[in-house]
């Protein structure tokens, strides 16, 4: 699987595995999904609902089926129709899980016929369609699915959602292909704006509606910025020489840094403090470092380059431990769960080249991969489906 493909299963995996610990520990107040049709510069329309609610029942494989991996030391596992679902049949460019606000008649006398409106809380996914950057949602309880926006944004390659899946940032190509456009829209009304141009990463702050991104400065390190859409807010925290940055935002105020990852360079992961500034290094030295650090930071999922493909291992900031796994993947293709301590990974079933993570990047290697559940306190991996 690409890179994308892979982080968009995975997702799916987690929100499907763990619908009523997501409804715990993240409820929150958004709207409905119910909006009025606008048009921000004729091109960035949000807003805009079809209206159209396709089939509710989608799930296609995974009911009562039996699947074989030999990498799973019992050779095969059963998938119930409630395990696994398939959620779109087309390429999505970025996707979030938050709870939904749904409007719901309710009849409280039979006899009168009386009736009130309620209100639900439903656990909800988000996303936005690669191909032409049409904004989904489906709620979970019934697979039911809407269009949120239906007007046409061309080759969407990335969209990142804000934590409440209130606001997106989209991501794509000028039309002359050479420079990386980045609009910032809030869905259901006309407000967005254009952020710089070239934004080398970007993470959404998964509490609240924040954004942090890097972009290169005048003498070719990088610069640093939250980015608060209200008031229009943009604040400075970061001034570095260096400028290949990728940035994670898992919790609370910290920005995680790791530097863009290649099977013959070392590379470093960072902790930045939002609010003072302060960069702190936590791990260095490793060859092809790629990273996914839990929602309390606590825990960092890394891979490194070695002959034999890249090894994942477990680094804890709380005792500077390390639990090398007995799995060749790399961390991007990981996500934590919502208990912070158990993770989802998708591992290739024949070993990588020992050339990645850059062959995978490129889009020049891709695998068929099972997906692993591995206990982070422990180290032990399961094995959950092919």
Not at 58 to 72: A, D, F, L, R
Not at 114 to 136: L, Q
Not at 345 to 361: E, I, K, Q, R
Request: aromatic share 10%.
């Amino acid at each position: 699987m690409t890179k994308k493909t892979t982080l968009i299963i995975i997702g799916i995996i987690i929100v499907a595995l763990g619908i009523g610990t997501f409804i715990y520990f993240k409820l929150a107040n958004t709207n409905g999904g119910v909006a009025t049709e606008s048009v921000f510069k004729s091109f960035f329309p949000f807003g805009v609902n079809s209206g159209t609610t396709n089939s509710t029942n989608t799930t296609e494989e995974g009911e009562g089926s039996s699947v074989n991996n030999e990498n799973n030391p019992g050779g095969s596992t059963s998938i119930s129709k409630e395990s696994l679902k398939q959620i779109t049949n087309f390429a999505v460019s970025g996707a979030t899980a938050f709870i939904d606000i749904r409007r719901v008649t309710k009849t409280v006398d039979i006899q009168t016929a009386t009736e009130v409106e309620i209100t639900e809380n439903v656990p909800a996914i988000r996303y936005v369609e690669s191909s032409n950057g049409h904004i989904h949602q489906t709620s979970l309880d019934t697979n039911s699915k809407v269009e949120i926006s239906t007007y046409t944004i061309p080759a969407v390659y990335e969209a990142l959602f804000d934590g409440a899946g209130k606001s997106v940032v989209y991501r794509y190509l000028n039309l002359a292909g050479e420079n990386i456009q980045s609009f910032f829209g809030i869905i259901g009304t006309s407000s967005g704006e254009y952020l710089p141009e070239n934004i080398i990463t970007i993470a959404a702050d998964p509490s609240g509606t924040s954004f942090f991104y890097i972009v290169k400065n005048e003498t070719g390190g990088a610069t640093g910025i939250v980015f608060n859409p209200t008031g229009n807010k943009t604040n400075k925290i970061l001034n570095s020489p260096f400028s290949e940055w990728n940035a994670e935002w898992p919790g609370s105020n910290i920005v995680y840094l790791t530097t863009k990852p290649s099977w013959d360079t070392v590379g470093s992961i960072y902790s930045l403090n939002t609010n003072s500034g302060i960069l702190s290094k936590i791990l260095g030295g490793i060859r092809g470092l790629t990273t996914k650090v839990s929602q309390d930071g606590i825990r960092i999922l890394y891979s490194s380059s070695t002959t034999y493909g890249p090894r994942l291992a477990i680094y804890n900031t709380s005792t500077n431990s390390t639990n090398n796994l007995d799995l060749n993947t790399l961390a991007d293709k990981c996500v934590f769960a919502f208990n912070k301590i158990d993770a989802y990974c998708a591992v290739p079933n024949t070993t990588p080249g020992s050339h990645n993570p850059d062959l995978w990047y490129q889009g020049l290697e891709s695998w068929n991969d099972s997906i692993y559940k591995i206990n982070t306190n422990t180290g032990v991996s399961t094995f959950v489906i092919d």
